[in-house]
């Protein structure tokens, strides 16, 4: 309907027309068509206006000249429109493509980035950063990919980690720590690989991780300490690939673990300081530690059945301080430690014969007491 109405419009004498500069014209990405026809018609106009200085009412001239050089303005209008058209959906179209990319480290000031970022190449790094909230999280939204670390740590103002939703892959670290308010992290549940460690560290009221529920693969360390509200790790239930050391410390409440498809663990698995933790459910796709395995100082376990698996420890076995755990036949599959084998300080009872049967291969020591007095 534009259109006609500017088909329509009689002429008007234009000479010596400035040149159109793509910065005054109106980007046109994200017009409709008929968003698009008003456009051409008002910039038209406006140059034949600045380029003229006739009278509006000279521009509806019928003259043949003038509606030859209208013509021409019109093409040039168009053209232009185009060309920064084709500029802008070119980089849409890249950025869909390839994602856009944000080059450079990201600290509490998070309005560096650019909205709809989709991978960036460094470091984001949220420590202690003053009045951090939730809603500054919404900046990371399209984010898919940090090629470097994701270090959130000391905002006492987070609750929750909405924000991280698209994000999918984390290069050397994914690290989160002492939040006294953070009570989820579902804000996760895109996020399926970190190349390099996880670390959750004093996480007090941290009630589940189930926003971990995509990651199945982390390539370095996996380490938990404090978190003294969770009380299973079941949120892991994807975790299948462990690529160095495993090491869980110091969760008051936790009980069991719950995983479900971990399979490897590369180095060395710790499972040190818990009151409350029953059973070591969810080991029982280990079968190699590259380094050693420690059990040490948890109060409640009374059995160990889930390492029934386990054969080979490249490293030492340290299994001391579980008052309550009676039971080490459960890791009658294990037939070569490497270093030296320490059971001692367990429940009076703990019967460690089938142990003692199946092992082969020991290095120098080998320390199997009720008591930790002679080893
Ligand atoms: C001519 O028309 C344009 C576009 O409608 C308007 O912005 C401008 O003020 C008018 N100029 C005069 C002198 O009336
Ligand atoms: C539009 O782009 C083409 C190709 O680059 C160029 O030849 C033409 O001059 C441009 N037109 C305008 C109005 O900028
Ligand atoms: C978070 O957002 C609020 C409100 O926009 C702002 O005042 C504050 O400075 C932001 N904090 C950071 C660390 O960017
Ligand atoms: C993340 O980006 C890095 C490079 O920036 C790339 O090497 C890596 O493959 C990407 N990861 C995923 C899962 O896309
Ligand atoms: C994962 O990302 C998609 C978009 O890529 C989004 O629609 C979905 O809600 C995200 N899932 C979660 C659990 O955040």
Redesign the pocket.
Same mark, same amino acid.
């Given at each position: 309907m534009l259109w006609l109405q500017l088909a329509a419009l009689p002429l008007v004498l234009v000479t010596a027309i400035s040149p159109i500069t793509t910065t005054s014209m109106p980007s046109t990405s994200a017009l409709t068509t008929s968003e698009t026809l008003t456009t051409i018609v008002t910039t038209t106009v406006d140059y034949m206006n600045q380029n003229c200085a006739c009278t509006n009412a000279s521009l509806f001239s019928d003259n043949e000249r003038i509606a030859a050089c209208r013509k021409d303005l019109l093409v040039d209008v168009i053209d232009t429109i185009i060309n920064n058209t084709f500029e802008d959906r070119l980089v849409q179209l890249e950025r869909a493509a390839f994602g856009y990319f944000y080059y450079g480290d990201v600290d509490? /000031?998070? =309005?560096v980035l650019p909205e709809g970022i989709t991978h960036i190449v460094g470091n984001v790094n $949220?420590e202690s950063?003053? =009045? $951090? /909230?939730t809603? &500054?999280l919404t900046i990371f939204s399209t984010v898919r990919n940090i090629s470097g670390e994701l270090s959130i740590k000391g &905002?006492d103002a987070l609750t929750t980690m909405d924000g991280f939703n698209e994000l999918t892959a984390v290069g050397t670290y994914l690290q989160i720590t002492d939040h006294d308010a953070l009570a989820d992290l579902d804000g996760f549940g895109n996020f399926t690989r970190t190349e390099g460690k996880l670390y959750l560290k004093a996480l007090g009221a941290l009630t589940n991780i189930d926003g971990f529920s995509s990651l199945t693969h982390v390539g370095d360390d996996f380490y938990i300490k404090d978190l003294d509200l969770l009380t299973d790790f079941s949120g892991f239930a994807e975790l299948a690939y462990i690529g160095a050391k495993f090491e869980i410390n110091s969760n008051d409440l936790l009980t069991t673990l719950g995983f479900t498809k971990l399979n490897h663990i590369g180095k060395s698995m710790t499972i040190q300081n818990h009151d409350e933790l029953l059973n070591v459910d969810g080991l029982d796709g280990i079968t190699t530690l590259g380094s050693d395995l420690t059990i040490k100082g948890n109060e409640k376990l009374a059995n160990i059945n889930d390492l029934g698996e386990l054969s080979e420890v490249y490293g030492n076995v340290e299994i001391k301080s579980n008052p309550e755990l009676t039971d080490a036949s459960s890791l009658s599959a294990l037939n070569t430690v490497e270093d030296d084998v320490l059971i001692c300080g367990n429940s009076g009872s703990l019967d460690t014969t089938s142990l003692g049967s199946t092992l082969a291969t020991v290095g120098s020591s080998r320390c199997i007491e009720i008591s930790c007095s002679s080893c």
């Open positions: 509490c /000031d998070v =309005s $949220l950063c003053t =009045s $951090l /909230d809603a &500054n &905002n």
